[in-house]
């Protein structure tokens, strides 16, 4: 059965398979401190075209999140997230191990905004609350929505005024960058928020994230707070000869590109068969409401995620492509449907 | 320059890259429950001869001694290490952070033994002390040495009558199975403590480790606590290919002869000329003690670790070799060790 | 001014100080091991009618909830709370801070119920989440809410059929046990829930509240974990002799009715004049949306606490009794408050 | 049977339960931010000399070293103490609970010095290790011993050389200031080190420690810290009033003098009688080393702490006076002493 369940269920873009094993018997420095890191952190800051900001390599994007909100949180300060937000659900409570307390908001397209932090602020007002510091957002969301970059700026002006860091979950930003309704792009986000972490895990890379750090006074020391986490790996090598390669002729934004052409595909061929999507979501998740008749012919010959049930009688199921997909996959499905949905109706 | 620095210098065994590229498009489970790791754990239980463990794949040996011990104590409840243990010095305090103490016990060789855990259980008698709860080893030390079986054994039967559990850190669990001398063969591991981890970075994997959980009390929602501290990746089978290779025709195992096999053939060339070692330490991790000039002339040519200044005119240096050691550059050294001997005496 | 902001702005009962006095000289056991606190052990375990639940004196309410919590739940489990709840707002995430996510739910009356618990179960489905494992109630709630026995038992039983534990915090239990209708005595408490505390400090004492374990796998080495949050007062006899003069002649039962009942007079003058409540508080808080005119004449002669703006013209203030509030006060109010009234109408 | 078995196994000094008694029915702000603390806060700095210092009443000294020591290190930063230290021995691991290694120091009278320093700092040299920040010392010592002004000011020299915190736990802090020959008062403290608290549980109080912060940078958000680990009482004032009554005339002063002139009775007891102390402790601890036979003697008459056992037929005990040791009772221990060695002997 070919599988539509998730972005990471390949292994690696074959230049980073063969950028391994060129190197395989060179001797490197280990922990990160090599040349290959550093030549990698020296392509993203050009791709960023900012030489300020420092940028480091953890194995997985869970890793990379507890490792940066633990560094830069003090023990009564909490993040705010969107109520669907990574941390809040499938991160099993990393950041509250780490000590702090999330708080959720609800957000019916995943996206936060002024208008939504600012019942949050008013209700935290002394030492008997946690201090709210840090707004965490995903781009794209969870939900598959972006930012524009209109918005981006707005909430990041507003977090500053208000004494919030804004850090970025990048796990799909290259699909992010793809919109090009959102007029962002690679160079705008160290404008526009505190930290962020740049995905490779799903959008080319066998694992590895690159988590850019813009606010100086995040850098000091964090290497201690990695290797305390268990986020320094020894051959730590591994994940920038992988960024090298992303970071080489704009592999990483061409593959977001990818990621993003075969789902307006899928979506196309969704909205052909009159089949409603959960969210105007421009980026490779596509989430359609299916009637539940549909949606078991489908997980009959295709493998996808299950995302919820809005009723009785329909079932929403998540549709994710990759650089890994296989366009022929994309245009069969895309005939299937068609077929399925003239013999239900 | 070559580096006997580390045995963590070099990439991967070959088998491993060549099926990583062998795989790549496959489509797999993610999070480790695909059909690579299955596998890799069923490998792993032929060779231990057990078939009741848990296996689970982490990707580095920190990450790997923080969730497991975070997972097994209760908040009261504290670890036993010698004060060489590499929880207790290397890991920036990883299992402090997650709220243990650590209980340091100063040991010659980097072992422990009932006679070094007596006087720390009688020390601590009620609630106003932690609890020592688990001791944790690594074999081979920081320092080189081994246990034998009958140490092993002798210790793990101490540990069970006073209520303690045993945690074997196996880093460079191949070499100490290498050494002969200690009687120790990897299927007597699963019934001489409660549970360890079986090394693969620093013994021809890219990354990677193998943690095996005998007790039955430790197996329950372990996954839970892997995912909280982010050592779930999402591509999970990436490990599973590793262990698959390294346990096939029993390459695990003869990689660790290897890199034991050129530490001796180095230790050779020291005892050649005179040079005491600061440990009996019988696999790939040599401490030679050397005369100023001398050490200052293979800094100059090699690269190895700082280990300590024993007296004023001395420099301890670490050697390490590894399954991707190169045979010549031993040779080459041990040649350069004669002719610089003479030229010093 | 007078103050009817909280119900812990004076000292404490005057047995209570006499007692002090008389035993200020004799020698005691340190740590709580002393036989007045032993003496209120028995004293609430003959009130509670159960002789097997353990019992602990802990100086306050978070303290008690966060060396509780981080004592019975594993590092991956969380704790369900009413969006209102104490734990959940008013302590600075104490919960969070021993590394456990508090997931709230929305009630209108800060109870919880089955029905507000079953989706809550539902989503939390695998090792990407957090493991639901314990529901914390308030009785009375911070709305001056209060379960009745049958929402209780009904609670509980949910609770158990779902590997819930069910743990009640009673800052102001006497309280809720002062409301006849809810047919709720104290000697139900140990049959309805896991473990609850029996509130001290809003009740009469100085200080201290009395920690009740029920269920029996929570028992062992409890004090290590009061030791390692700093939960053991070296003279912890001072709350034990609290609780003895406490549960002497059902003095704890008694305070908490005459609270009740001054709250009554209040709600009464409330009533007569037409001002409306927030909620149907039958405990020692009462909630009344005033017009913002006369909440400001209150305010110019009596202290009261802010609780919200329910809209434009109208601010809602919380008006709290206790054991040691002033007869003549609540009356010298409802006479003022009917005379405001009259005018402002 | 009469106790010297700790300081802290009377109530409270007459004038606090006065004290409380009158003020009882008053009406307090809550949570330590009443009239009675802010004027124990001026009294404390009148006395310290001191007017920028930030003071704060929290319930015991477990509870003020967790708490202050979570607050003012950051995640990867470590405590450095005596090995006897408190924190590192009885206090369960508390430190440890907030995520903070502390490296234990040998040192055979329980005091720190920067001969002793100096090979930690020499250690820790990377990411790899914790970074060492705050020395915590006891004065006097929990053997008793005391620093002198010198040995302090050298100690804090060195520190702030280093880049390191010194927090001075005053448990016994009165008792050390009542030793005459380290020409140390109460006025220096806030000049030689960065923190440190008043102890009112072991001289006079019922409970209550006043943590002083001398260094800026710990003041902001203290409080919302404190609340984290329930350090803040709801009826914070009764430890406000506390420390008002033993400040006011010097009695903290003389209680300590009190304790330390009565502990030089039994220390004269036991030269007269040739019995050798284990340390020179010029303090209210004193630790006779004791022909077995004696001690049992002794126990059976009164109640010491067993220290340890030096070799087979001796025993040390710990004696320790108070505020409110009886003057008769060390007089017939004194007269007893006597009798027993001239007995045995």
Same mark, same amino acid.
Request: glycine share 0%; charged share 20%.
């Given at each position: 059965m070919y599988s539509f369940q998730n972005d990471y269920s390949e292994g690696a873009h074959p230049s980073i398979l063969r950028a391994l094993e060129t190197i395989n018997y060179h001797q490197n420095n280990s922990y990160g401190l090599d040349e290959h890191c550093d030549n990698a952190r020296d392509m993203i800051q050009e791709a960023l075209e900012n030489y300020g900001v420092d940028i480091h390599f953890i194995a997985g994007g869970t890793l990379t999140n507890l490792t940066f909100l633990s560094h830069v949180l003090r023990p009564y300060e909490a993040v705010i997230s969107a109520e669907t937000g990574h941390i809040n659900t499938h991160e099993t409570g990393a950041i509250e191990a780490t000590g702090h307390k999330v708080f959720s908001v609800a957000s019916s397209d995943g996206k936060l905004s002024p208008d939504l932090l600012r019942p949050v602020l008013k209700l935290h007002e002394n030492e008997h609350w946690v201090e709210p510091r840090l707004v965490y957002i995903s781009n794209p969301t969870e939900l598959g929505t972006v930012y524009t970059k209109q918005e981006l700026a707005e909430l990041y002006a507003y977090c500053k005024r208000h004494n919030l860091y804004l850090y970025l979950d990048g796990a799909r930003l290259a699909m992010a960058l793809a919109v090009k309704e959102s007029y962002l792009t690679l160079k705008d986000i160290p404008d526009l928020c505190d930290a962020f972490y740049i995905g490779g895990t799903k959008n080319g890379a066998m694992f590895g994230e690159a988590l850019v750090l813009v606010r100086d006074e995040f850098k000091d020391h964090f290497r201690f707070n990695m290797k305390q986490h268990g986020a320094i790996l020894a051959k730590g090598w591994m994940i920038g000869v992988q960024f090298e390669e992303l970071f080489r002729d704009n592999l990483y934004l061409e593959l977001g590109k990818r990621s993003v052409a075969l789902a307006k595909t899928l979506k196309d061929a969704f909205a052909k068969c009159n089949i409603p999507l959960l !969210?105007? !979501?421009?980026?490779n998740q596509i989430f359609p409401i299916l009637p539940d008749e549909l949606a078991e012919k489908i997980n009959a010959k295709y493998l996808t995620t299950f995302q919820c049930k809005p009723d009785e009688e329909h079932t929403c199921l998540r549709f994710c492509t990759s650089w890994a997909t296989n366009e022929q996959a994309v245009e069969d499905f895309a005939r299937d449907l068609e077929n399925w949905t003239l013999s239900v109706s």
């Open positions: !969210a105007e !979501a421009p980026t």
